[in-house]
């Protein structure tokens, strides 16, 4: 079924206009240069004077007659046009805060310097800012008059990370939220926590009730059958070092995970080592030790490999090539054996499998089993074993456990007999209910979980604790958990804001900072009226930053932000990178997640996110990047030795590969990605049926990235995109494909990292790129800030929202941009505080 949705301002055609009319010309680069040029305070700007230079320079194009016009065939020109829809010849100047929308349109593209476009006459800088101003100031005046702080769903179905994120801190439970439901569709700003898009399927349904179910049985210890648990490696992950701090010193390759052991009892574990496509385990050519921990104690050594009899297959490429029967069948089964019985308390606990790391071991990684390629047999046999994936079965012979953190966190209370039982359930039922509702439960919720009390414990044979678990299931898949109910209160003015109540303000709050349900803390204080004093609500949001769970802005709202959930999809031929593995891919991760958990749990500025002079690297990512003297798998703190290379975000690997193809850099993806996610002016789609790149220049030469997308721009449907997009994307050539530094391209040639914008000014490389952002720190406060705010809320950035970010950004800059301002500002502000009733 699908969630009623209220009615609600559509930004589709918005969008496309605006994005159409940034293609016009340099949406960042010339505010830098041109707008911001002065220091000086523009003249004064007036009604008169902005419809001056409207009808100076721009009512020529921008008029009714040619904006709505119909049929015909269409130049480019009157295509964007129409696209666009602004008829500034009708525009009413008087009054710009009546029409925000149109005119936050045309302040976009003054501030931008791309209107007038390139080769047309052009306003003086001065002029143009003056108006740029005043047309600010009016619609920020209109705007504080009579606020609109926008509409959300009426309801807002958790997403899969806000609902293990609950389950966690409902439950003290640890689960596998992708394993459990489907995934969730993002809006057109990227983020899956939108609620217009966040509907209920009767096959999710299903998924939740599966998901309740097991939940409920692993919190409570309850279990009616052994389960079973997988854990798996990518096949293109090497495994030549330790994988992370949860294995042994000494120890190389294998996997680790916490696993929640749902009673005591006997499990077995199973682990299974990589095959070729011959179904030969790897590195059997070897005698290799392979340790099963659990937090951290050894529960068996395996002894794999290195005794194989008879004669092995050839070195070869052929399958038709055998080696001896008996050969052929150790390399296939030798492995067979890794499996171990052991006995396990309830709870969670840290299971490690990992190969002992042998001196004579070759150092460094092998390379990894690509798509379409296959290592000789040779290479199989007498490289590394590899872990491949870890079973989890069980409990056999299990009993309810005692203590758990999940049993801790539920049974507050123990009935010492059975007339003691139904007002302690009330107690246990009533606790996980405020915290799963968000809300003081009343007495038919109560009463309802009770009936399911009733009835699991009378199944069980009076059993108490199936009881509960029973009512659990239950709670888990009531719709005051799954979903955020946003309801007027009564007398509520159409079309009027109204403040929201201190419970429901909390709520936003939590799932806000910590994607999560709220704490007793926040709980208790609006259910006291405390959470709408100014005074309280900022030490409330301080608190909540100090929290471990605020990870969560990194993890969701900075991972898709800026795309880097993408990264799983990063490919890199290996003919042209073969020392690009999964390992690499993983220190990416790790590096720009760290970074950023820092600048938030350091409260620094948001713009050190530019220009930060260190990063976190592990051995291998240093020997990627260059760096000297770091050693093992641990990531730490360095100081940047060269800050024309690295620094700041724009500068990882992350960022670097996932705009790039798998054999060469893009100049247009990385451009794009930089407008989108850095400057915040997207540059629309390109249209149909666009050439490919040609591939040789003049006299049939082969022809440079630079030269061939300079042939692709004389095509006028592509021009005035990639006039925009290009240049800031050849600022970062210096970088390839996998996001090393270089001065010659693939193809032997000189880098030439230079980018020169639809206005004349050229910057160059990395540092010229962050000079560019720097200089006018509003454009990027201001990006971040506005996709904040939508992540916030819950719903697309409209153009009333406008005010709300150059308030922001203006209040935080007093503050040195720190995040805590950007994010006060957003939880202060009306958009936040209060929403808009129905019409």
């Known amino acids: 079924m699908k969630i009623p949705r209220p009615g609600s ?386 409990p056999y012979e299990g009993a309810v456990p005692e203590d758990t953190p999940s049993r801790r966190r539920i049974f507050v209370c123990d009935p010492a007999a059975v007339t003691e039982e139904e007002a302690c359930a009330e107690r246990i039922l009533s606790r996980l209910a405020r915290r799963a509702y968000r809300r003081p439960p009343a007495d038919p919720d109560v009463d309802t979980l009770l009936e399911f009390f009733r009835d699991g414990r009378a199944k069980a044979g009076g059993r108490f604790d199936s009881g509960i678990q029973l009512a659990l299931e239950r709670l888990l898949v009531d719709p005051d958990f799954l979903l955020r109910v946003h309801e007027e209160p009564p007398g509520a003015a159409p079309g009027q804001a109204y403040p929201l109540g201190g419970l429901e303000l909390a709520s936003r709050l939590s799932f806000f900072m910590w994607s999560s349900i709220p704490d007793d803390e926040l709980l208790d204080v609006a259910e006291r009226g405390e959470l709408t004093d100014p005074a309280v609500l900022r030490r409330q949001v301080r608190r909540m930053l100090a929290d471990p769970r605020s990870e969560a802005l990194v993890s969701n709202f900075a991972v898709q932000w800026l795309h880097l959930r993408n990264l799983d999809d990063v490919k890199a031929d290996p003919a042209v990178y073969p020392e690009f593995d999964q390992d690499l891919v993983e220190a990416f991760r790790q590096e720009t997640a760290l970074f950023i958990g820092s600048t938030i749990e350091e409260d620094r500025s948001v713009l050190d996110l530019l220009g930060a002079n260190y990063t976190y690297v592990n051995e291998r990512l240093a020997r990627h990047y260059g760096i000297p003297g770091v050693y093992g798998s641990r990531f730490r703190r360095v100081t940047l030795p060269d800050l024309e290379q690295r620094g700041g975000l724009l500068g990882h690997g992350s960022l670097l590969s996932l705009t790039s193809y798998p054999h060469r850099t893009s100049p247009v993806l990385r451009g794009r990605w930089l407008l989108e996610a850095i400057f915040g002016t997207p540059p629309p789609g390109p249209p149909p049926d666009v050439p490919a790149l040609p591939e040789r220049g003049a006299n049939d030469a082969p022809a440079s990235m630079r030269e061939r997308l300079e042939m692709h721009r004389r095509n006028p449907a592509c021009a005035s995109c990639h006039r925009t997009i290009d240049p800031p994307g050849f600022m970062l050539e210096h970088y390839d494909a996998i996001g090393r530094w270089r001065s010659v391209t693939d193809d032997g040639r000189a880098v030439d990292a230079a980018g020169t914008l639809p206005n004349g000014v050229t910057a160059e490389g990395l540092a010229g790129l962050r000079a560019l952002l720097l200089e006018a720190p509003e454009q990027f406060a201001g990006t971040l800030t506005r996709r904040l705010l939508a992540y916030a809320l819950g719903r697309e950035p409209q153009y009333y929202d406008q005010p709300t970010v150059r308030r922001i950004v203006r209040n935080a800059a007093a503050d040195g941009h720190r995040w805590s301002s950007i994010i006060l500002g957003i939880v202060e502000s009306p958009a936040f505080l209060t929403r808009r009733a129905a019409e």
């Open 9 to 394: 301002v559509s930004i589709a055609v918005a969008a496309a206009a605006l994005a159409a009319a940034m293609a016009a010309g340099w949406p960042p680069g010339s505010s830098h240069r041109l707008l911001a040029a002065s220091a000086a305070q523009p003249p004064p700007a007036s009604a008169e004077s902005v419809r001056r230079l409207l009808d100076r320079y721009c009512v020529a194009c921008h008029n009714e007659r040619r904006v709505t016009a119909a049929g015909g065939v269409a130049s480019v020109l009157d295509s964007q046009l129409r696209e666009t829809g602004l008829a500034l010849d009708v525009a009413d100047t008087e009054r710009p805060g009546a029409d925000a929308a149109l005119w936050e349109r045309v302040i976009a593209r003054l501030e931008a310097g791309s209107m007038p476009p390139a080769g047309r006459p052009r306003p003086g800088a001065e002029e143009m800012r003056a108006v740029a101003s005043w047309l600010v100031t009016r619609i920020d005046q209109a705007a504080a008059a009579n606020p609109n702080p926008g509409r959300t769903a009426s309801m807002h179905r958790l997403n899969r990370t806000e609902y293990g994120n609950a389950i966690r801190d409902l439950l003290a439970l640890e689960i596998d939220a992708a394993a459990l439901l489907p995934g969730d569709e993002t809006s057109d700003t990227g983020f899956d926590n939108n609620a217009e898009v966040l509907s209920i399927s009767t096959a999710q349904l299903e998924r939740y009730l599966s998901a309740a179910r097991k939940i409920s049985r692993l919190a409570t210890g309850v279990t009616t059958a052994p389960d079973f648990a997988r854990f798996e490696n990518s096949v293109l992950l090497t495994q030549a070092d330790r994988r992370n701090e949860d294995l042994p010193l000494g120890s190389r390759g294998g996997l680790s995970a916490t696993h929640h052991f749902p009673a005591d009892g006997n499990y077995i574990f199973r682990i299974a080592l990589t095959t070729n496509w011959q179904d030969y385990v790897r590195g059997m050519g070897r005698r290799n030790l392979l340790d099963l921990r659990i937090d951290g104690r050894l529960v068996r050594r395996f002894t794999v490999g290195g005794e194989a009899p008879g004669t092995p297959a050839p070195t070869t490429w052929s399958p038709a090539e055998a080696g001896d029967p008996e050969w052929e069948r150790y390399v296939r089964e030798s492995a067979a054996h890794l499996e171990v019985r052991a006995p396990v308390d309830a709870g969670p606990h840290v299971v490690g499998v990992s190969f002992v790391r042998n001196r004579w071991e070759p150092e460094g990684p092998l390379q990894p089993v690509m798509k379409g390629a296959v290592l000789s047999n040779d290479e199989k046999y007498h490289g590394n074993a590899e872990v491949q994936a870890l079973t989890i079965e069980g």
